[in-house]
């Protein structure tokens, strides 16, 4: 069985300061791991995808994850922070079955102060 | 772009009414999800479906019903609506194929209070 656990439920950042937000994960298998990031009343959208190519992963808007197994996780970076990175984020394994569905972290809302 | 549409933004539904839910996606994915969205709780799946007339459920499928009649369109129903079932509801879909594969794509959405 997979699960997603969320470290923090709010973190809140200056603008033009880093950003981490924590993910760690437990799987049978070797997972694929995603993040999504929910803006306010707007569908989830991916910002990267882990799939075992390479242990760091690039994804849109300057963020960046790091796949460590040794730790099981997989936690979110962006070097400065933007006011319009603030969202809720959801870090997500995929099942190792055949459908593939999800299994989703409880989320992080992410504060950007001026 | 793939586009998955949900077909209400917001609905507002009595106690015991029959209520679907409607999502269209346009990129001929094989799966479609629906999920329900609460705070603190992150999404939970309710049911997918992988192929047309074929379903699965999901983590929390009691209450819930689903139809897929067609391959782009996955209904969710609720048969007896109870106020426990208000929530944000989800719809995604994705493919078992390319590059994009297994990458789930999100509709905006549909907020169903039940009074």
């Known amino acids: 069985a997979q699960s997603v656990t969320q470290l923090d439920s709010h973190v809140s950042v200056s603008e033009g300061t880093p950003v981490l937000l924590r993910c760690n994960y437990s799987?049978?298998?070797?997972?694929?791991l995603f993040w999504y990031v929910q803006h306010p009343n707007k569908g989830l959208q991916l910002l990267l995808k882990?799939?075992?190519?390479?242990?760091l992963v690039k994804g849109i808007n300057g963020f960046e994850a790091e796949f460590k197994k040794s730790e099981t996780s997989f936690h979110l970076t962006k070097p400065s922070a933007h006011m319009s990175d603030a969202a809720e984020y959801f870090c997500?394994?995929?099942?190792?079955?055949?459908?593939?569905?999800?299994?989703f972290g409880s989320g992080t809302r992410l504060q950007v102060q001026p | 772009d793939v586009k998955v549409t949900q077909s209400s933004r917001y609905l507002v539904k009595r106690t015991g009414e029959k209520v679907f839910l409607e999502c269209v996606q346009d990129?001929?994915?094989?799966?479609m999800f629906w999920y329900r969205q609460d705070p603190g709780l992150g999404l939970r799946l309710i049911y997918f479906?992988?192929?047309?007339?074929?379903?699965e459920k999901g983590d929390i499928p009691e209450g819930y019903s689903v139809s897929r009649e067609k391959k782009e369109r996955f209904s969710l129903i609720l048969e007896s609506a109870s106020t426990n079932q208000t929530s944000m509801y989800l719809c995604?879909?994705?493919?078992?194929?390319?590059?994009?594969?297994?990458?789930?794509?999100f509709g905006a959405g549909t907020r169903l209070s039940v009074l």
């Open positions: 799987s049978s298998y070797s997972p694929s």
């Open positions: 479906s992988y192929d047309v007339k074929m379903k």
């Open positions: 997500v394994v995929s099942r190792n079955t055949g459908r593939r569905a999800l299994t």
């Open positions: 882990y799939t075992s190519a390479a242990t």
């Open positions: 990129m001929d994915h094989e799966n």
């Open positions: 995604a879909s994705s493919s078992t194929s390319g590059q994009g594969r297994g990458i789930q794509y």
